[in-house]
């Protein structure tokens, strides 16, 4: 029976970890593309900001000691990130949308209440 001595990648790879938030990240990047459409894109710019915030500081916390970490969760907060990017830009020209049809619609209703005849009331 030969037992097998590990290689150095293989107990390396068992040492390492994962960064941390790499997957609510990702999560929070998908979410933020899917919810730019809910509430004005209130909903994006929300999670989109959250999720590029805690993929900054992931991948900042990879660059200053790359081999704690393993590359699978590198690579999801990366991806996280620039997902949560897309959603921002997305939900932002939601909500430019929204505030131009909100103070359109102000300004209909107000030049409607002004054409009414008060004075016959």
């Known amino acids: 029976m030969e037992i097998e001595n590990p290689s150095t990648e293989q107990v390396q790879n068992l040492e390492q970890i994962q960064l941390p ?3 609510g990240v990702l999560a929070m990047g998908i979410i933020s ?3 730019f459409c809910c509430i004005g894109g209130l ?5 989109g900001i959250i ?3 805690l993929g900054n500081n ?7 000691n790359p081999e704690k970490f393993t590359e699978k969760s590198y690579k999801n907060a990366k991806s996280g990130r620039v997902c949560a990017i897309i959603g ?3 939900s932002g020209i939601m909500f430019i949308g929204f505030l ?3 103070s359109v619609l102000g300004f209909a209703f107000g030049t409607l209440l002004k054409t009414m005849p008060w004075e016959m009331m």
Do not use: F, M, P, W
């Not at 909903?43 to 999670?47: A, K, M, P």
């Not at 992931?58 to 200053?64: L, P, R, T």
């Open 88 to 90: 921002i830009c997305l």
């Open 51 to 53: 999720a590029l915030v």
């Open 100 to 102: 131009i049809k909100l």
């Open 33 to 35: 593309i899917v919810g």
């Open 58 to 64: 992931a991948i900042k916390e990879y660059s200053d």
């Open 21 to 23: 938030n790499s997957s």
């Open 43 to 47: 909903v994006g710019v929300t999670l």
